[in-house]
């Protein structure tokens, strides 16, 4: 057990919908990082944040959104959803984060279908 | 650009025998690198990570990796296969221009028979 968090652990909806995954890191990391698993796609890095501020971003579709809350939680909002979005989606976490070095513990994940 | 190629999209050993699986790199500075492990239907799990100290690095449940510059490569060794190993493994470079995020390689597949 990594000590992140992330729920639902499964979530079936309809192309169009609205859905929001949640995550919360291991006590005591300030850092938040959201990954999608795809089959065709691979493990790709979407966005993190650094104690509620946003701090990189890499191949989020402008359709996906996330903020970190004071309490350190992350949420990742995916809107107008399409088929292809279906994915494994990942939480991380690490102390500080923009440190290379530091390790990524990562949540169970959120498995997504988009019907 | 920081990138992580794994040579192998499946690798299939015996029980008890070595595995090899085997990741080159391309980076333009001393990256941070780290094995990580996937089983069916569970997260990603931390096997190792090399941070430019030693350069065999050790990791959990009898793993280890080679960090070799001159070939530009991090390959993951066991000596001997268990059951137990079967999943699928990522080879990681971390990035240190873009927060330190996480770029994946796209996997090998471990497959273990009796």
């Known amino acids: 057990d990594s000590g992140v968090t992330q729920t639902p652990k499964h979530l079936i909806t309809a192309t169009g919908q609205r859905v929001t995954l949640r995550c919360s890191p291991r006590?005591?990391?300030?850092?938040v990082y959201w990954y999608q698993q795809s089959l065709d796609q691979g493990l790709q890095f979407l966005i993190q944040y650094y104690n509620g501020e946003e701090r990189a971003k890499g191949n989020i579709l402008e359709r996906f959104s996330a903020q970190q809350f004071p309490d350190l939680h992350s949420e990742l909002n995916l809107s107008s959803l399409e088929l292809g979005d279906s994915a494994l989606y990942f939480c991380?976490?690490?102390?500080?984060?923009?440190?290379?070095?530091?390790?990524?513990?990562f949540g169970p994940g959120t498995r997504l279908l988009v019907l | 650009a920081q990138s992580v190629t794994q040579l192998d999209s499946h690798v299939s050993v015996s029980e008890g025998t070595p595995v090899l699986l085997r990741c080159n790199y391309s980076?333009?500075?001393?990256?941070?690198l780290f094995w990580y492990v996937q089983h069916p239907n569970k997260g990603l799990q931390l096997l190792l990570k090399y941070t430019s100290a030693a350069t065999l690095v050790k990791g959990i449940n009898g793993f280890e990796a080679e960090f070799k510059k001159s070939e530009t490569s991090f390959h993951l060794t066991k000596p001997s296969a268990h059951m137990s190993d079967a999943a699928e493994y990522f080879c990681v470079v971390s990035d240190n221009n873009q927060g330190g995020k996480l770029i994946f390689g796209q996997g090998t597949e471990l497959s273990v028979k009796p």
């Open positions: 006590s005591g990391d300030l850092s």
């Open positions: 980076s333009s500075y001393s990256p941070s």
């Open positions: 991380a976490s690490s102390v500080r984060g923009g440190y290379s070095r530091e390790t990524q513990y």
